[in-house]
């Protein structure tokens, strides 16, 4: 295993912006799209309860979190960016959160 990774974390809503419910098939989609290319993914169902104001309004969310351990690669990197450009669209967000970060495995 390379020692240089990274951790990529996905906030997944599960509510559109108007409040009705994404399809879990589609939030399915999401997650199988990160493991069909790099062949594995963790998944956090548990509800995580985000709150932001954008333009005067106060906005709720309820997401999972995707996360995946990956090879800290410029195409790696890349490939995540499109995905969650690609997803921002699909699910009709205003964004999507995306961090990552450099990590160790012992």
Do not use: C
């Not at 589609?26 to 104001?53: C, H, K, M, N």
């Not at 195409?75 to 969650?84: A, S």
Request: proline letters at 3%; glycine letters at 4%; hydrophobic letters at 35%.
């Amino acid at each position: 295993m390379s020692s240089k990774l990274r951790r990529y974390e996905i906030l997944l809503p599960q509510q559109y912006n108007d409040g009705t419910e994404i399809p879990r098939k589609l939030r399915g989609q999401a997650l199988r799209e990160i493991v069909d290319r790099f062949g594995a993914a963790s998944f956090e169902p548990t509800t995580i309860e985000g709150y932001w104001r954008f333009e005067g309004t106060l906005y709720t969310d309820s997401l999972s979190k995707i996360v995946i351990d990956i090879e800290d690669t410029d195409e790696h990197r890349q490939w995540m960016r499109d995905f969650k450009e690609r997803w921002k669209v699909k699910l009709d967000q205003l964004e999507l959160w995306l961090v990552s970060y450099e990590i160790d495995v012992d």
